[in-house]
């Protein structure tokens, strides 16, 4: 009985992080609670399938990513997430103007990405979970992770720039 | 060997890795900082990049590209989770109702299903903040299943409606098995207003599906002189006021609005278009009650508040001013 409350606490605690991937991986801020609710049923429903030597946020990854993934595939109708649902991502950020640009357009871009890009990026850029772990939750091997980074990045690029001076601030 | 971007392959001939080959796979991870717990490596990439301008140029972008991502969700992290995720945490299905506190959520719903014959003909929007579009859609798809329906028909209230072509049947609707669907996926319990002070009277409740693939519960009730009201009741958490905005098409009216874990949208044509404003505080006065009552407070009851037949309007204000609906086939602003 401890160890089921202790597993909700657990994932109580992981839900800001569910949510903001959801947020990103989405890009439509009117579907996170949803996806990040029926992933957090899933998983109580699951949760005897969870094994406790891995990360508990990475499984949790797992299970909203496949629900998106699920849903997507289910929903053929489902409409198309315009640019402008990016934007509408972008304008609940923090009023920091001098990166709003910067954000709406970064938003924009990964929209236009394969889904499965998209994910890879967030697992790491977003939430820094190493290349096991991100190819973990992908259910995919290392090296398909680097090459869905690789492209997903490369492809970033054509539709995104950064201010130089920040690119060039961090790499030195 | 050389990959695509001229990054030496960090694999021998005989596939096994060579600790002295940078591969690209390197620069992935520099640029996400895992290269941080091993400096000897880390440097021999730094060497790499100084000597490699295009590399540098490329490396750079991906750590900006992760920064602004970051900065991206960064708000989503800081935000409050909202109580129903919570709920659904915490709750078990043996030891649901025993939690604290009177939680309840009422819903109305009313309409009258003259003909409205055919598409939206008229429809309020309000974009310009987030989620109005797709509360717009949501109140659209409702107008479009009102006018679809069969004309006061008795199967509205029983084993569900044929499809429309907009709404379909998602499961049958004896009982309250469509509330009680509700009330597991915003963890806050839903019931049927008493509407029979208006002189309607319930008639069936049923599980739909609006908007794409959106479920929606709708409600349906009956007035005495046969107009009938329907209300649809969709999952979507918005914590903060929302104005009713008002919407047409031909004959028929669509209200729509948000209350906490609800997006509301109550159609009405014939007799019943015009009395569907009478209804709204009422409906709206027992979800604020559930709020104060439970974990919600602080939305706008009082008729008073209201925003009806008119557009939103100065800061804090309902959502949006003066922009379309992306998806709708014509607007006009009543």
Not at chain 1, 114 to 130: C, K, M, N
Not at chain 2, 170 to 193: K, M, Q
Not at chain 2, 212 to 234: C, F, K, M, Q, T
Not at chain 2, 314 to 333: K, L, N
Request: glycine letters at 10%.
């Amino acid at each position: 009985m401890h160890d089921e409350d202790d597993l909700k606490w657990l994932i109580a605690r992981e839900i800001p992080h569910l949510r903001r991937y959801a947020a990103v991986l989405v890009g439509e801020p009117h579907r996170v609670d949803d996806l990040v609710q029926d992933c957090l049923e899933r998983a109580l429903r699951k949760r005897h399938l969870w094994r406790r030597q891995g990360r508990l946020r990475s499984w949790l990854f797992r299970l909203l990513y496949r629900q998106h993934v699920d849903s997507g595939r289910r929903g053929s109708r489902r409409r198309e997430v315009t640019d402008a649902a990016a934007a509408e991502l972008a304008t609940i950020q923090p009023p920091r103007q001098e990166h709003m640009v910067q954000v709406r357009d970064i938003a924009t871009a990964l929209r236009r990405l394969p889904v499965e890009q998209r994910a890879a990026i967030l697992l790491v850029g977003l939430d820094g979970l190493s290349y096991e772990e991100a190819a973990q939750v992908l259910d995919v091997p290392v090296g398909t992770l680097r090459s869905r980074l690789s492209r997903g990045r490369d492809a970033l690029r054509d539709g995104w720039r950064p201010a130089a001076q920040s690119a060039l601030r961090r790499v030195k | 060997m050389t990959d695509r971007h001229g990054v030496p392959r960090a694999d021998g001939p005989d596939g096994v890795p060579r600790r002295d080959v940078l591969g690209e796979i390197d620069l992935l991870a520099y640029a996400d900082g895992i290269l941080d717990t091993d400096p000897a490596r880390r440097e021999a990439v730094r060497r790499h990049l100084a000597d490699t301008p295009e590399d540098a140029a490329r490396v750079a972008d991906f750590v900006a590209q992760n920064e602004a991502i970051r900065t991206l969700g960064a708000e989503w992290l800081a935000a409050p989770v909202p109580t129903r995720l919570l709920d659904t945490v915490y709750a078990d299905r043996s030891g649901f109702w025993r939690r604290p506190g009177p939680r309840r959520v009422a819903v109305a719903a009313l309409m009258a299903i003259a003909a409205i014959g055919g598409a939206a003909g008229g429809w309020i929007a309000a974009a310009g903040k987030p989620h109005a579009d797709s509360l717009g859609a949501f109140a659209k798809s409702a107008l479009l299943d009102h006018g679809q329906l069969p004309e006061a028909g008795p199967e509205v209230d029983r084993t569900g409606v044929a499809r429309t072509g907009v709404a379909r049947t998602g499961v049958a609707s004896h009982g309250h098995a469509p509330l009680n669907w509700l009330t597991r996926r915003i963890a806050v319990r839903v019931e049927v207003p008493d509407l029979g002070a208006h002189g309607y009277t319930l008639v069936g409740q049923q599980r739909v599906v609006l908007d794409g693939d959106e479920p929606a519960v709708r409600l349906g009730y009956r007035h005495s002189d046969g107009g009938v009201v329907n209300i649809y009741l969709r999952p979507r958490w918005e914590d903060r006021p929302a104005a009713v905005m008002r919407g047409s098409a031909g004959a028929a009216t669509v209200l729509r609005w948000l209350d906490g874990p609800l997006a509301v949208a109550m159609t009405a044509s014939g007799d019943g278009a015009g009395a569907v404003d009478d209804l709204v505080p009422t409906v709206r006065s027992a979800i604020a009650g559930a709020s104060v009552a439970g974990q919600r407070a602080g939305w706008p009851i009082s008729h008073d508040a209201l925003l009806l037949d008119r557009p939103p309007a100065g800061p804090g204000g309902p959502a949006g001013t003066g922009a379309t609906d992306a998806r709708g086939p014509s607007v006009r602003v009543n």
